[in-house]
């Protein structure tokens, strides 16, 4: 059996994980999608059609602040559920 997951070695502190964990963490909990947060996007968001552009994407992550630490020139986004 293949490892889902790998430590996230940049950060040091959370996992790197991919649809096939995200997918087996959704049906388990019975849920659609996850909204996580605190990686930096130029757009403020991101969405990972990996089930198909047709199925709501399985991971979306919201980062909020804008222009992060004054360095990034970043959008912020917030998430409306």
Known sequence: MK???KPNESRDCS???GVELANEFL???DLTTIIRGHEV????YKTYA????????PVITV?????Y???CGN???VAWI
């Open 3 to 5: 490892n889902k997951s």
């Open 50 to 57: 990996w089930n198909g552009c047709k199925q709501p994407p």
């Open 63 to 67: 980062f909020s602040a804008p222009n």
């Open 75 to 77: 959008k912020g986004a």
């Open 69 to 71: 630490c004054g360095t």
């Open 41 to 44: 996007f130029l757009e403020g």
């Open 27 to 29: 049906i388990a909990n």
């Open 15 to 17: 996992i790197l994980y």
